[in-house]
């Protein structure tokens, strides 16, 4: 048996019931088979691979906190420090009654190689709590926050460790979180990212990884003679990357008709109407039938649908294994040329191969997403230089990573004989930076 399939078989074995986590890491080792088969030997004898698959550190913790009918609740706090090679562990908290263990590891996991693409110092890691702020009041909200970081505390900083936002966990969470770790560690430093202006947070942070899905498109696009102005584009989600991926994608001449939350989808021919959406979204906190009730053009369906809408670009921006294999054959039935991923691991490994096997240009977005993570490491630049950076810095910066980021996969592919496999080539190009760094500093 080959090391790439032993220490897969490792993985689901000393693993159990952690699905999300056992597909992310057959989808980078498959990849990474060629690079492995040529240094077989010496991987196995330093037990790289498995290194690589278990992270330094899992944390686990009850996170108890008072409701506003004076009922005690009881949450699971995680954080996985997954890889530490290149920098501190960099990786968002994610509020979600979906959250276990598996789900952070897999976001660990995949969460290093983004890291790495970046070309920042910073390492892999991931964190979060099976906690549902939707529907709480801001002080239920503050009173979890509080609770889950007076024991995150204990285990992050500017230099160790630093978290940030992700799936329920916006503006309003980080910055509870923020005022909980100043006060008990009596610090004031550069610990959570996505923060708010007024206390050291980045402009372009809250556009960043939708904008920088648009940068890597376009010039996926623009690499294969094609052009994003004038083309339909289907997004999923309606949370902060589909809200900004759409707006960057109709200011790059594309229109966009389809946005989705996990109740239902809209299809708006007209193109969807960002300023409402963002009214409907960020402000209002509402269902999409809020949107279509207030633009004429708008269609709202119940439940999954987005892909049936023939488009020329496809970005899933919701959460992962959402686009399935039925939804690729109809993308591919439709004319669509191009997928990126604005969400982490959206697309099945079934439908990833499907759509890559008909043609369709395919950004993973451990690459096509990594905008938010770069921004993030932007931000923890100005904080420990006590600088502020305009929009226009911050976004120009933003675009050459991600143009970066799209250079780097594709040469790693042609390296490998992998030409246009974008997948491989991301792999490869996260992987060996990282490798390097782990062989460097000794069996650690």
């Known amino acids: ?4 399939d032993e220490v897969i078989e490792l ?3 000393q693993n159990p019931a952690e699905p999300e986590f056992h597909q992310a890491v057959k989808e980078v080792l498959e990849s990474l088979r060629a690079v492995v088969e040529a240094n077989e030997e010496k991987y196995r004898k330093e037990a790289l691979l498995e290194r690589l698959v278990n992270p330094e ?3 686990k913790f009850r996170v108890p906190w008072v409701d506003d009918k004076g009922q005690v609740q009881v949450n699971t706090g995680y954080r996985v420090q997954f890889n ?3 920098g501190p562990y960099k990786g968002g908290l994610r509020l979600h009654p979906s959250v276990n263990l598996g789900i952070i590891k897999f976001l ?3 969460q290093i190689f983004k890291n790495s693409l970046t070309a920042a110092a910073i390492g892999g890691g991931k964190g979060g709590s099976d906690f549902d702020p939707k529907g709480k009041s801001d002080r239920e909200v503050m009173a ?21 936002g992700d799936i329920g966990t916006g503006a309003r969470e980080i910055g509870y979180m923020f005022g909980q770790y100043k006060r008990i560690r009596g610090v004031y430093e550069g610990v959570l990212t996505g923060k708010g202006l007024s206390y050291g947070g980045s402009l372009a942070r809250t556009e960043a990884t939708g904008y920088g899905l648009l940068y890597l498109t376009e010039e996926m696009l623009k690499c294969n003679g094609k052009e994003i102005a004038g083309k339909t584009v289907c997004i999923s989600g309606s949370g902060n990357v589909a809200i900004y991926a759409a707006q960057k994608a109709e200011q790059l001449g594309a229109k966009v008709v389809t946005v989705s939350d996990s109740t239902g989808w809209v299809y708006d021919p007209e193109g969807i109407d960002v300023a409402l959406l963002k009214e409907v979204k960020e402000v209002k906190r509402a269902r999409l039938t809020e949107y279509a009730a207030n633009r004429p053009s708008a269609q709202y369906h119940e439940g999954r649908g987005v892909w049936t809408i023939p488009c020329d670009v496809a970005l899933p921006c919701a959460t992962q294994n959402e686009l399935l294999l ?3 054959k109809a993308l591919v039935e439709n004319g669509c040329i191009a997928v990126a991923e604005g969400a982490n691991m959206p697309t099945t490994l079934e439908a990833t191969e499907y759509l890559q096997k008909n043609g369709i240009l395919f950004a993973p977005g451990k690459a096509a997403n990594a905008g938010g993570v770069a921004t993030s490491a932007l931000e923890m630049s100005q904080n420990s230089e006590r600088l502020s950076w305009t929009f226009e ?3 120009s910066k933003l675009k050459n990573i991600m143009v970066n980021i799209f250079h780097n996969m594709d040469d790693a592919a042609k390296r490998y004989g992998a030409e246009g496999n974008y997948v491989v080539g991301a792999n490869i190009a996260g992987f060996e930076k990282v490798v390097d760094a782990m062989t460097a500093q000794g069996i650690v």
């Open 11 to 13: 993985v689901v074995k």
């Open 1 to 4: 048996m080959s090391y790439v």
């Open 84 to 86: 530490s090679a290149i």
């Open 393 to 395: 810095e911050v976004d």
């Open 144 to 164: 979890f926050c509080q609770s889950f970081m007076t024991e995150l505390c204990k285990y992050i900083g500017a230099d160790t460790d630093v978290p940030a």
């Open 108 to 110: 660990g996991f995949e």
């Open 57 to 59: 550190r899992q944390i």
């Open 326 to 328: 039925d939804d690729a």
